[in-house]
């Protein structure tokens, strides 16, 4: 099979292999950028149990909170699919964008003028540098995949690393009913 290159847009998605890994065990990133001097992107299967008015109390939404990644995790990041209503979004791939006007995105929110499916808030992101993602993908702790969902931010979390499992096909079918925790098992 063609092994597919990082390029902004893309997936990358865990390998079996790095089940050990709490902050990449079976999570599914979505690559914001990739340049030959790094690569940043956003966990998108990491729910928290926290959600956008626990830590902006004058927001006034219950969105969920995503863990982006182990870099900056006190600094707040959005990916959405609204640029129409929010300056200085930087498109990404498929309808998605990141980041944008906050100002714009609190009225937006207080007004109850977005809905859960067009927008995702992470605390931190994931980032690499230079040749650090390419010897992670040598050492096959990653595979690249097209994202190939309609709106990737509507998606239910619980079941995107399962999914690609299973269209990648093979060996990874059998990985993609894995336990959580394999001491359960």
């Known amino acids: ?43 998108l299967n990491k729910p928290l149990d926290y959600h956008i008015n626990d830590l902006l109390p004058s927001i006034n939404c219950t969105f969920k909170i995503y863990q982006g990644g182990p870099v900056e995790q006190d600094n707040l990041y959005f990916l959405h699919r609204v640029p129409q209503l929010l300056d200085k979004s930087i498109p ?18 207080n007004k109850n003028a977005l809905d859960a499916s ?6 931190g992101y994931s980032g690499w540098d230079k040749q650090q993602l390419a010897d992670e993908l040598e050492e096959n702790s990653w595979f690249v995949t097209e994202n190939d969902f309609d709106n990737i931010l509507s998606n239910e979390e619980k079941n995107l690393w399962k999914d690609k499992l299973l269209q990648k096909g093979g060996s990874y079918k059998l990985w993609a009913n894995a336990p959580d925790d394999f001491n359960l098992n």
Do not use: C
């Open 1 to 43: 099979m063609l092994k597919i290159s990082p390029k902004k847009g893309r997936l990358l998605v865990a390998e079996p292999g790095i089940l050990n890994d709490s902050s990449f065990n079976k999570a599914i990133i979505l690559l914001t950028e990739h340049t030959e001097n790094n690569s940043v992107g956003f966990v």
């Open 118 to 123: 067009e927008i995702r808030f992470f605390l």
């Open 92 to 109: 990404v791939s498929n309808g998605v964008y990141w980041g944008g006007d906050f100002k714009q995105l609190t009225k937006l929110l």
